[in-house]
T-cell receptor
Framework: NAGVTQTPKFRVLKTGQSMTLLCAQD?????MYWYRQDPGMGLRLIHY???????AKGEVPDGYNVSRLKKQNFLLGLESAAPSQTSVYFC????????????FGQGTRLTVV | TQLLEQSPQFLSIQEGENLTVYCNSS?????LQWYRQEPGEGPVLLVT?????EVKKLKRLTFQFGDARKDSSLHITAAQPGDTGLYLC???????????FGAGTQVVVTP
């Protein structure tokens, strides 16, 4: 009963380094999302996908790229990390349509020094 | 600028007291959801409301969706320490299902 799994759970990067966060869901959901959560800011949408092979920009997409090559996986990439990208990152998935529930992973705490 | 404004930002009460958290917007939502998040975890859905004026009850929690589908409230009766957490509202403005979240209300219930 895995649901949404994020890896890694913690990471420290130096400014300028790159990394990829992996999100995997086993619920056959069409929609997947990447959010960042910062104190006092709530969850802000970075990118999302409405199906395999599709991606779209959210509220704060700059500095991030995503890919959805397989329906169950949604990857978030940071090409050149900056201290402003220090945050907790959450992946979520949902079935299609309005009123559906979003299922979240446990988050990845990323620190860029 | 947050699409959804939540108030208050922080609420500290004693066990047994009642509390109300608000979620307001100038936008109309096709559905609105409330989530609770505990430290080190992702948010977990509490309820979804879709009809203007709708009231839903979940044990000691009462959720209301405004008639115009622009605002919502969460009322907790006789709060318990287990109710401690970050309460987030999330709205969907189109049929695609994309969620937009408020900044959250941190609720602390002390014994």
């Amino acid at each position: 009963n895995a649901g949404v799994t994020q890896t890694p759970k913690f990471r420290v990067l130096k400014t300028g380094q790159s990394m990829t966060l992996l999100c995997a869901q086993d619920m056959n959901h069409e929609y997947m999302y990447w959010y960042r959560q910062d104190p006092g800011m709530g969850l802000r949408l970075i990118h999302y996908s409405v199906g395999e092979g599709t991606t779209a920009k959210g509220e704060v997409p700059d500095g991030y790229n995503v890919s959805r090559l397989k329906k169950q996986n949604f990857l978030l990439g940071l090409e050149s990390a900056a201290p402003s990208q220090t945050s907790v990152y959450f992946c979520a998935s949902s079935d299609t349509g309005s009123g559906t529930e979003a299922f979240f992973g446990q988050g990845t705490r990323l620190t860029v020094v | 600028t947050q699409l959804l404004e939540q108030s208050p930002q922080f609420l500290s009460i004693q066990e047994g007291e009642n509390l109300t958290v608000y979620c307001n917007s100038s936008s109309v939502f096709s559905s609105l959801q409330w989530y609770r998040q505990e430290p080190g975890e992702g948010p977990v859905l509490l309820v979804t409301v879709v009809t203007g004026g709708e009231v839903k009850k979940l044990k000691r929690l009462t959720f209301q969706f405004g008639d115009a589908r622009k605002d919502s409230s969460l009322h907790i009766t006789a709060a318990q320490p287990g109710d401690t957490g970050l309460y987030l509202c999330a709205g969907q403005t189109d049929s695609w299902g994309k969620f937009q979240f408020g900044a959250g209300t941190q609720v602390v219930v002390t014994p």
